[in-house]
């Protein structure tokens, strides 16, 4: 349906001029990133249960082509597009973000609990409820009984998501992405093949959901390698 909508000059003249409001204002999200960083990797409670982390600024070419891509799915549903230069940092989540990857799966009880101590002590507000995203049943059930929320992922993808509001004047937010080792193998290997458009070789895509399961079967190895070496048996 979305591929016979007509994009106007009009509205992409205002993609360009979003996506050029977002080059002057780089700078200002590089600083907010910079100072979530510092507030997360100083925290010795949270990273003693992290095993690695990742920072990245939005590239204005991947803003543009998402900007284009959530103009033509409000027209597909007849809804008006309400991204503006006034509101764009924070309706765009992802212009700056972090990742958080650990061994194992049950260290997201005391990676959330702590990331929320950091959050509460630096005065980032959650912009919205974290959600788990995961297409798998058993990991469902495992993060609703850790208290967060879920969300059915329509691809087979599993990660924690956080958003939070900068603690300046500015209005922006950041995304933070809680995730495996495994889970990040799968994640890197999708973006490349299918980000910002989904990859066209029908193998391709196919492999990559097999992958997926694989590296959930991983997950699910490790977890229990350390349920084995923490009890002894």
């Known amino acids: 349906m979305s591929a016979n909508i007509k994009v106007t000059k009009v509205e992409k003249a205002l993609i360009k001029r979003l996506v050029a409001h977002y080059r002057t204002k780089q700078e200002f999200i590089e600083v907010m990133l910079g100072q979530l960083s510092k507030a997360i990797l100083g925290s010795p409670k949270l990273m003693a249960h992290v095993h690695s982390t990742k920072t990245r600024i ?26 503006t230069e006034k509101n764009l940092l924070y309706r765009i989540n992802d212009l700056a973000g972090f990742r958080i990857l650990h061994l ?35 990991s469902r059930d495992f993060f609703q009984k850790c208290g967060i929320e879920t ?60 992958l997926a399961r694989v590296t959930s079967s991983c997950s699910r190895l490790v977890d229990s390698i350390f349920r084995s070496y923490e009890s002894g048996e």
């Open 104 to 138: 194992h799966t049950e260290q997201i009880v005391s990676i959330d609990r702590e990331l929320r101590a950091v959050f509460d002590e630096y005065r980032f507000p959650l912009y919205e409820t974290p959600r788990a995203r995961t297409w798998d049943d058993e």
């Open 58 to 83: 939005k590239d204005p070419e991947h803003l543009e082509d998402k900007l284009l891509r959530k103009l033509i799915e409000a027209k597909a549903k007849n809804r008006k597009f309400t991204i």
């Open 151 to 210: 969300v059915k992922s329509p691809t087979m993808y599993t990660s924690v998501h956080y958003v939070v509001e900068s603690n300046s004047s500015t209005k922006a937010t950041c995304e933070i992405q809680v995730r495996t080792l495994a889970e990040e193998l799968w994640g890197e290997v999708d973006h490349t093949m299918n980000y910002p458009h989904e990859c066209s070789v029908t193998s391709c895509r196919e492999q990559i959901k097999v």
